[in-house]
């Protein structure tokens, strides 16, 4: 395969990809239902409790506006905590609910659960394949995130 095909590829499929398991983990979850972002943002807060909310925009490769917009929305459903951080009054630190917890929970396995199922359903080639080819997604990744940083 050409690299050109190899790009226009993935450029396609990985977002395909992750647009269909949000449709299948989204029904018969409980309102609010997660959207992307939302459980994106979530698991980062859960993982680093007190993350402020530039930071988070970072580490997400998100619009400073756009974190801003996905912690309010979040806040407003009672799914994450926002408090002014004591050492520099216009920051905030972001920590998750005791409902957030158990929302991203429930996301988590029923994510884990969709991937399990559909994975199983593929041969143990298909399953090596793409087992092996983790490393390089995740190495195009970062090269995607420097290049966000040095554009």
């Known amino acids: 395969m050409k690299a050109s095909d190899l790009s226009d590829e993935l450029a396609g499929l990985l977002p395909r990809i992750q ?5 299948r983990l989204w029904n018969g979850l409980s309102a609010p239902r997660l959207r992307g972002a ?11 409790p007190g993350v ?6 970072r580490s997400l490769c998100l619009a400073a506006n756009s ?7 979040l806040v407003a459903e009672g799914l994450l905590r ?3 951080d ?3 009054g216009r920051a905030a630190l972001l920590y998750p609910t005791p409902a957030g917890v158990e929302k991203l929970h429930e996301w988590h396995a029923r994510r ?4 399990r199922r559909h994975l199983a359903g593929l041969d143990a080639d298909d399953r090596t394949a793409l087992a092996a080819a983790l ?4 190495r195009l990744a970062a090269s995607l995130r420097e290049g966000d940083e040095t554009e």
Not at 19 to 23: D, E, F, K, V
Not at 112 to 115: G, I, K, P, S
Not at 135 to 138: F, K
């Open 19 to 23: 647009r269909l398991a949000r449709r």
């Open 135 to 138: 490393p390089a997604l995740h």
């Open 82 to 84: 926002r408090e002014k």
């Open 52 to 57: 402020r909310v530039s930071a988070a925009a």
């Open 38 to 48: 939302h459980a994106e943002l979530l698991r980062l807060v859960a993982t680093e």
């Open 67 to 73: 974190a801003s917009t996905l912690v309010s929305h």
């Open 112 to 115: 884990e659960a969709l991937f």
């Open 86 to 88: 004591p050492g520099d």
